[in-house]
Structure formats: structure tokens, C-alpha cells
């Protein structure tokens, strides 16, 4: 990101300098035209190019700079006389870059897919059909450095590839264009374009400085510039055109010609100042890539030597190489953890227990499928049955019969420090290591020497055990083999024990405090009045507790007034009448919950004020709309009907088990020396953060988890899953403050499985829209 004073910078220059459209002459205007022309400058002088070489044209980002020169390259289609075009990729490409194919395969154009062992495998000494003059145009793309797994790949294939000597060129005639997918590698390494003079170059510059946003460039070399052939033309692109005739000649200038309409000159102004903090807090891209590396090597190194008690390895990480050199690997560790039986742990529950530890990880396939196949071995096959049981790229659905559907990413960048490393290492060993924690010695020292030759990288970082928390075997008692590995489940009691219902909660507002009830009616989406209302900042967007925990706080009096007043704040009511007549009184607005579209009333100007006040931001509170209907995502196994849904995440109601909690609760007190300042939980309060709708008592610790359904008085509930937990748990319902219990414990008890209860949905009477009451002592 940029640093505080490169922001500064920027907004003082923004500040004092009036900046107008670039696409005329007056002062402001020319000030922009200027001061945009230096930047481009700035950023061929990045790249060690000059304009003579190349032309920097901006974009939205570095899709919209890969769907420019897929729209703009002149595609030959295959004729029966004439060999067309070839649109060939790296298979470890990014989907942008795939994406292309898109537009090609309607164009009659050929695509070719290359694994990244065929382009030096299948190269020739001599290019077929070398004395033959053939103008066809072809364009091969491959990435500086693979997103998914950080490996480089060789910046030479740029010429080779031109020359005609590697693969596939080196098979079809034609003159050939090489597109350098750039945005990864030139986050953390150098790129100079007299070394590799690839053709199109796409760049991202969040990437690089974290800010501005929704800004990249394609920087095109200018003898290529020819070639690409644009068809449709916007504001300032155009040297002259006829509106009453088709007649157009586009600009002189290459970044004018396809530049449509207004570039974001605002955003374009800070890349400059970006640039500014960058090097004058680094001194460039070379230290960047020494010191990145640096962190990202020793991370490698101790990772995968950690080993659980027994001697498994904790972590499968994906890579080519062993970290030895930066030319050929970058600042990017791709891994995944096992648990002590050598179970791939899933990447959600990792993502889940990081946040809890504020360290920010990605997860998934990280939009390049090609590598994510390769190094967890999915088969086509295995991605189609994949969508078809419910993974979608960009979900939480880690594991699918018992196989990874992805993986978790951790980048370092310019501003990533060692105690950064050792944070996430004790992270790792803290939650996902079965105890003692042990190093396999011997493969630590085979990658000392692996790595000896790359000088400087090292020399910050020693390899060493150091901290005594994480590295050194540990002494206490190991926790028992129930509480490592879960329990066992078993079929719901057969033998007649009485099961109870012990508690009822509902909770009006969503992720606000709850309110405990005896009896309480069913309603069609759920008990009554639950989950009906919810928070949300200036920009619509639900608040929860994960972000403002205060929320928490705000609790319910007589169903509904809200209490807990700060000094001076009085309690205000809301009704609880849902008629049409509030339907038209009030603003409708849209709202998401869970990705969920959701149709929703705005409940007034006081409701408003008051909850603004209480948490310190611009806040509404809005009910779901009475004339919508929002239904679960899948329909649970023997559920006769899709069931309609308030505003919860998943399903109609959470049930959890005391004996669970309780289990929870007793490893919390034999852990409570390792989180010194965190009290004591008890029972009660552990149940009050998870936040469900029931309790029961009389069954097995997470015995639930196996059920199918359950029967409460007359009312019929269909299992609808297991719910998946995450930091939110961390806040005391009390006070509002965060701790790491008791998720910590709920990560030890279930080897990094962080579930915990399990949804439930009604089925109601045919033909009624409520069931009976439910109460509390009540025996399902």
C-alpha cells in the first residue's frame, strides 16, 4: 500500500492543484493532459522503456487491458485454404487470460493450451517452414510469475517465442505476438523491457502500491502497435469522424487511440506519488525482491519441516522449486494443512481461525484453474462432479468427498516484516499442530544447503529455533485423543433417554443481542420476529458483529424497544406490525444478506439517529420487505418443499448441544495458561456467543452432527447442515470485547474443524403457515 506520507502527498497535490478534463485547453485542463504524459513517462521508466518503445494506454485494470488486445488483435480464422491465427496460453494462466478463448472460438481461430514442460520440451533448432514468408497473426500468452504458486517463468521466452524457437511457434508459420501477463510478478520483482520486449504487457496498480483501485495499463510495444485493429471508437480517441456518413480516423497517438472517453486522470495522478513513496522507502525493485523473497523463503523453509507429534508434516505446500533463487520463485506461498492422520484440513476453516489471529490469507483456486488442477491433482472429470455437488469458484466449499477443492495463499509485499512470518507460524503451530510440535531436522538442513548459494536473502533471517512457544516440543500434557480428534457419532438415542429442549432464543435484530423466551410461536420463515430487522452503514451493507462488535449491546425489552442506552440516550421503540400500509410509508431499499439479494423496508429517521449514536457511524435499520420471499440456496435431503428464510444467513434456525458446549468449555479451562487476560468462560456464556436459536441437553458431544432430523411437540425439523464458525464467537455478548475463545478451543477439539451446531428447517402442517409453539422443557 502506499505509505502515509505518499498519501499525504497526494492529497495535498489534489488539494492545491485544480485538475480538469484532459480533452481540451484551458489551464486545469492542460495541467492534467501534462501531468498524466509524465506519468506514463513514469511508469516506462519503471519498466527501463522509453516512448519510442512503447506506449502506455490505461485501463480499468489488468482484465480490461487483457480484453483490449483480445478485441483489438487482428484473428485470421482457419479457411480451407488459408491457415489462420493460433490463440495459445500457458495452462498456469490466470482466467482473464483464458477468457480470451471467449472471444476467439467464434472467430474461427485456433486455441492451443500449453503446459509450461512443452514450450522448452517441444523446442527446435530450426522453426518449420523458416524460408517461408507468412504474415499470419498468432499471440502466445504465459505469466511472469504464476498467481497460484509465485513460480517464474523464464522472461527469455518473450524472444524465443518471437524468434520461432520454442514451442508452439516453432510448429506454425506466421509472425507471432507474445503477451506478458506482468500483474503478479511486478508487485515484488523488477521488469526490464530491453531484456524481454514482449508486445502487450498488461499491469494492475493496486498491485504494486496497494492504491489506487480500479486502475492498470497496457503497455504495448509500438512496432506491435499496428496490428491492433479497433472497431468501436469513444470520446477522444477520434482524429475526425462524420455523424452522417462512415467515416473515421482514429488519433495519431497510441494511448489517445484506444483510450475511450475520460481516463481516470484522479487515480492516474496518484500512480506518480505512488511510485514517489516507493522508491524513496525502498530504493527499488531489486531490494524489494531481496527482501520479499527473504520472508517468504524462511516462511517456506519452517513450514514445511513442521511436523505434528506423531511426525506427519502439517503442511503440503505447492511448488515447483524449493525456494532457492528469486529469479525463478516469488514472494507467494501456496499450501495447504493436514491434520495429524494426513488429512488435507479444508482452506475455509484455515481462512476462518487467521482471521481470528488478524492475519489475512486467500483461499480457493485464485482464478487460475490450470494450476490449481496440476498441483492437487483434479481431474476434469473431478471439476465437473465438483459443480455438480455445489462448488462454485469463489465459494467455501473446501473439500468434497474428502479431496481439496483449492488452497490457501499467502503473499508477503514490500512492507511485510519477519515478526509477520513468525506471527503466522505461530499461528499454524497454535491451531492446526498436534502437540508436541516437532521440526524434521533433516530436511531443514537439506534446504539450508539447497539455498546457500543465493546470497543476501538469507543473511536477515536465520534459520533457527528461536521462539520457544512454537518451536520447542511441548512439555505439558497432551490434550486427551477424544478431544484431538472429535468424537465419534453415533444414530440419535434409540434407547428412550429423554432429550430436552432447555433453551429458546430469538434474536430480532440481526447479529444484535438476543432474547431468551419459554414459549414461542413458529412462524412460515422461522420462530417469530427472528432475524426480522438488521443494521446497516451508509453504503446499505449489513453490519455484524465480526467488524462492530458493539452491536451485541443493543438488546430487545418486551419485543421490541431497544435498551442498553450510553449516559444521555434515551430507548426507543419499533413496532412490530409488518402491514402494508408501513410497506408504503417507508423507503423500499436492496440489501445483501449471505450474497443473498434481499428487498427490505427502512424503519425511519429515529430508529436511524439512534443507532448512528450508539455505534459512532451513519446507520439505518431496515425489516425485511412483508411481499418478499427469500429461499435456502439448496434444499436440505427430505425436506418436501424449499423453505423461506427472514434475514439469517443459511436456514431457519440454529440448534447447538450443551453437551458440546460444555465439552468446549472444560478444554478452555485445562488451555487457560496459554491465553493469559482472557477470563474464564462458563457454560453459559460460551452458549451465549454461539448464537443459536436451541439448546438442547440429554445427547453426546456433537452427536447432532449426525442427525437427518428431529422431532419438537408436533413440529417436524429437517437437518440442514452443519454451521461453520468464525471469529465472530470471539465477542463476549456481555461486554462486547474480542477474544480468541472459544474458538481456539473449538479449532483443538475438532483438529481444525470449526463447526459447530447444525441448522435446522421447519415442516410445517399442509396447508398452514404456522406449526405450534415451541417451549422451552419441552422433549424431542
Known amino acids: 500500500?502506499?505509505?502515509?506520507?505518499?498519501?499525504?502527498?497526494?492529497?495535498?497535490?489534489?488539494?492545491?492543484?485544480?485538475?480538469?478534463?484532459?480533452?481540451?485547453?484551458?489551464?486545469?485542463?492542460?495541467?492534467?493532459?501534462?501531468?498524466?504524459?509524465?506519468?506514463?513517462?513514469?511508469?516506462?521508466?519503471?519498466?527501463?522503456?522509453?516512448?519510442?518503445?512503447?506506449?502506455?494506454?490505461?485501463?480499468?485494470?489488468?482484465?480490461?487491458?487483457?480484453?483490449?488486445?483480445?478485441?483489438?488483435?487482428?484473428?485470421?480464422?482457419?479457411?480451407?485454404?488459408?491457415?489462420?491465427?493460433?490463440?495459445?496460453?500457458?495452462?498456469?494462466?490466470?482466467?482473464?487470460?483464458?477468457?480470451?478463448?471467449?472471444?476467439?472460438?467464434?472467430?474461427?481461430?485456433?486455441?492451443?493450451?500449453?503446459?509450461?514442460?512443452?514450450?522448452?520440451?517441444?523446442?527446435?533448432?530450426?522453426?518449420?517452414?523458416?524460408?517461408?514468408?507468412?504474415?499470419?497473426?498468432?499471440?502466445?500468452?504465459?505469466?511472469?510469475?504464476?498467481?497460484?504458486?509465485?513460480?517464474?517463468?523464464?522472461?527469455?521466452?518473450v524472444k524465443g517465442i518471437q524468434a520461432r524457437r520454442l514451442y508452439p511457434a516453432c510448429e506454425h508459420q506466421g509472425r507471432w505476438f507474445v503477451l506478458l501477463d506482468a500483474a503478479a510478478h511486478v508487485s515484488c520483482s523488477p521488469l526490464n523491457l530491453q531484456e524481454c520486449p514482449a508486445d502487450f504487457i498488461p499491469i494492475s496498480f493496486y498491485k504494486m502500491f496497494g492504491f489506487p483501485t480500479g486502475l492498470g495499463a497496457l503497455l504495448v510495444r509500438n512496432d506491435a502497435a499496428g496490428i491492433l485493429k479497433k472497431t468501436y471508437f469513444g470520446g477522444g480517441t477520434a482524429a475526425a469522424y462524420l455523424s452522417g456518413e462512415d467515416y473515421y480516423v482514429h488519433a495519431a497517438n497510441i494511448s489517445d487511440r484506444f483510450e475511450d472517453g475520460t481516463v481516470s486522470f484522479l487515480d492516474i495522478i496518484a500512480v506518480n506519488h505512488g511510485f514517489e513513496a516507493l522508491y524513496r522507502i525502498t530504493g527499488g525493485m531489486h531490494n524489494i525482491q531481496q527482501h520479499t523473497f527473504g520472508l517468504a523463503r524462511y516462511t517456506y523453509m519452517l513450514l514445511s519441516s513442521v511436523c505434528h507429534g506423531n511426525g506427519r508434516p502439517v503442511a503440503q505446500i505447492y511448488t515447483e522449486g524449493q525456494f532457492e533463487s528469486p529469479s525463478t520463485q516469488g514472494a507467494v506461498l501456496n499450501f495447504n494443512l493436514k491434520d495429524s492422520h494426513g488429512q488435507i484440513i479444508g482452506y475455509s476453516q484455515v481462512d476462518r481461525m487467521a482471521s481470528l489471529f488478524n492475519i489475512h490469507v486467500r483461499t480457493g483456486c485464485f482464478c487460475n484453474t490450470g494450476a490449481c488442477q496440476s498441483f492437487l491433482g483434479i481431474t476434469n472429470q473431478q471439476m465437473r462432479r465438483n459443480l455438480q455437488a455445489g462448488h462454485v469458484c469463489g465459494d467455501s466449499i473446501d473439500l468434497v468427498d474428502?479431496?481439496?477443492?483449492?488452497?490457501?495463499?499467502?503473499?508477503?509485499?514490500?512492507?511485510?516484516?519477519?515478526?509477520?512470518?513468525?506471527?503466522?507460524?505461530?499461528?499454524?503451530?497454535?491451531?492446526?499442530?498436534?502437540?508436541?510440535?516437532?521440526?524434521?531436522?533433516?530436511?531443514?538442513?537439506?534446504?539450508?544447503?539447497?539455498?546457500?548459494?543465493?546470497?543476501?536473502?538469507?543473511?536477515?533471517?536465520?534459520?533457527?529455533i528461536t521462539n520457544g512457544e512454537i518451536f520447542k516440543a511441548d512439555e505439558k500434557e497432551k490434550p486427551t485423543e477424544a478431544s484431538l480428534r472429535g468424537f465419534a457419532l453415533r444414530e440419535p438415542n434409540s434407547h428412550g433417554e429423554a432429550y430436552t429442549l432447555t433453551n429458546i432464543y430469538i434474536y430480532p435484530i440481526k447479529s444484535c443481542a438476543a432474547y431468551e423466551v419459554h414459549d414461542w410461536p413458529v412462524g412460515p420463515q422461522g420462530l417469530l420476529y427472528d432475524r426480522g430487522w438488521m443494521v446497516v452503514n451508509g453504503n446499505s451493507v449489513c453490519l455484524s458483529q465480526k467488524r462492530v462488535p458493539p452491536l451485541c449491546l443493543i438488546r430487545p425489552q418486551r419485543v421490541y424497544i431497544f435498551s442498553h442506552c450510553p449516559a444521555g440516550m434515551d430507548t426507543i421503540s419499533v413496532p412490530l406490525e409488518n402491514s402494508t400500509e408501513m410497506h408504503r410509508s417507508y423507503p423500499v431499499c436492496q440489501s445483501k444478506v449471505c450474497g443473498d439479494r434481499v428487498e427490505t423496508v427502512d424503519c425511519g429517521d429515529e430508529a436511524a439517529s439512534w443507532l448512528s449514536d450508539f455505534l459512532g457511524q451513519p446507520c439505518r435499520l431496515i425489516r425485511q420487505s412483508p411481499d418478499f420471499t427469500r429461499g435456502m440456496k439448496k434444499r436440505p435431503s427430505g425436506a418436501a418443499t424449499s423453505s423461506s428464510l427472514s434475514l439469517v444467513n443459511e436456514a431457519q434456525y440454529l440448534m447447538i448441544n450443551r453437551a458440546s458446549v460444555e465439552l468446549i468449555q472444560k478444554l478452555m479451562s485445562s488451555r487457560q495458561d496459554d491465553f493469559e487476560g482472557d477470563r474464564l468462560l462458563d457454560t453459559q456464556n460460551v452458549i451465549s456467543r454461539f448464537r443459536a436459536n436451541l439448546v438442547i441437553a440429554g445427547v453426546e458431544p456433537f452427536e447432532e452432527d449426525n442427525w437427518s432430523h428431529l422431532i419438537i411437540g408436533n413440529t417436524r425439523f429437517v437437518v440442514?447442515?452443519?454451521?461453520?464458525?468464525?471469529?465472530?464467537?470471539?465477542?463476549?455478548?456481555?461486554?462486547?470485547?474480542?477474544?480468541?475463545?472459544?474458538l481456539m478451543s473449538l479449532s483443538a477439539c475438532r483438529t481444525g474443524k470449526v463447526t459447530f451446531g447444525v441448522y435446522l428447517t421447519h415442516q410445517l402442517p399442509e396447508g398452514s403457515t404456522t406449526a405450534n409453539v415451541l417451549s422451552a422443557g419441552s422433549h424431542p
Not at 448 to 454: P, Y
Not at 726 to 737: F, L
Request: hydrophobic residues 30%.
Open 1 to 157: 500500500m502506499i505509505p502515509y506520507k505518499g498519501k499525504r502527498d497526494y492529497f495535498q497535490d489534489i488539494s492545491r492543484n485544480v485538475y480538469g478534463n484532459p480533452h481540451s485547453h484551458n489551464p486545469s485542463s492542460r495541467l492534467t493532459h501534462d501531468t498524466v504524459d509524465r506519468v506514463r513517462y513514469r511508469v516506462l521508466q519503471h519498466f527501463n522503456a522509453t516512448p519510442e518503445e512503447y506506449s502506455v494506454i490505461f485501463t480499468s485494470g489488468c482484465t480490461a487491458a487483457l480484453k483490449l488486445v483480445a478485441e483489438s488483435f487482428p484473428w485470421s480464422p482457419h479457411t480451407e485454404s488459408e491457415v489462420g491465427s493460433h490463440f495459445c496460453y500457458l495452462t498456469d494462466s490466470h482466467t482473464s487470460v483464458v477468457g480470451i478463448r471467449g472471444l476467439t472460438s467464434g472467430r474461427g481461430v485456433v486455441t492451443l493450451p500449453v503446459s509450461p514442460q512443452e514450450v522448452e520440451n517441444r523446442a527446435k533448432d530450426e522453426a518449420e517452414g523458416d524460408g517461408v514468408v507468412c504474415q499470419t497473426p498468432h499471440l502466445f500468452c504465459y505469466p511472469a510469475q504464476s498467481n497460484f504458486s509465485g513460480r517464474k517463468y523464464p522472461l527469455s521466452h
Open 402 to 464: 474428502g479431496q481439496p477443492t483449492g488452497s490457501v495463499r499467502v503473499s508477503f509485499g514490500y512492507m511485510s516484516t519477519f515478526e509477520d512470518c513468525q506471527k503466522f507460524l505461530n499461528f499454524v503451530a497454535e491451531c492446526f499442530v498436534e502437540k508436541p510440535l516437532t521440526l524434521d531436522q533433516v530436511r531443514l538442513e537439506e534446504l539450508k544447503t539447497a539455498t546457500a548459494a543465493s546470497r543476501g536473502s538469507n543473511e536477515h533471517y536465520p534459520i533457527k
Open 720 to 742: 440442514a447442515g452443519q454451521c461453520g464458525r468464525c471469529q465472530m464467537v470471539g465477542v463476549d455478548q456481555d461486554t462486547g470485547t474480542k477474544t480468541k475463545e472459544p
